[in-house]
């Protein structure tokens, strides 16, 4: 594993232990909404569906195959914010001196 994804793995796990995972996902649920990146991401759910037939995905093939584009449509402006606030969060758990 490298340092990147050592360093992404430690900070996920100081996010759940505090809490704080949950938190961040509680203020990114309406932001998400405001957007219609639920919307965006349900019809793209179906079109994958419709392309690959119901009988033909497994859930786990669904999500690997929406993922990144459920990545990309989040819009900028609420990546940017998220991780300010896991900055912020990390600067005050001393765990990251920005």
């Given at each position: ?23 961040f996902k509680e203020l990114l649920r309406p932001k998400l909404t ?10 793209h759910c179906k079109e994958v569906i ?49």
């Amino acid at each position: 594993m490298n340092k990147d994804a050592q360093m992404r793995a430690a900070i996920n796990q100081k996010l759940i232990e505090t809490g704080k995972r949950e938190c961040f996902k509680e203020l990114l649920r309406p932001k998400l909404t405001e957007c219609v990146w639920k919307d965006q991401l349900k019809v793209h759910c179906k079109e994958v569906i419709k392309e690959k037939g119901l009988e033909h995905i497994t859930v786990d093939d669904l999500v690997a195959e929406i993922t990144p584009k459920g990545r990309a449509l989040v819009p900028d402006s609420v990546k940017k914010e998220l991780l300010q606030r896991i900055r912020t969060f990390l600067t005050r758990a001393r765990w990251l001196s920005l």
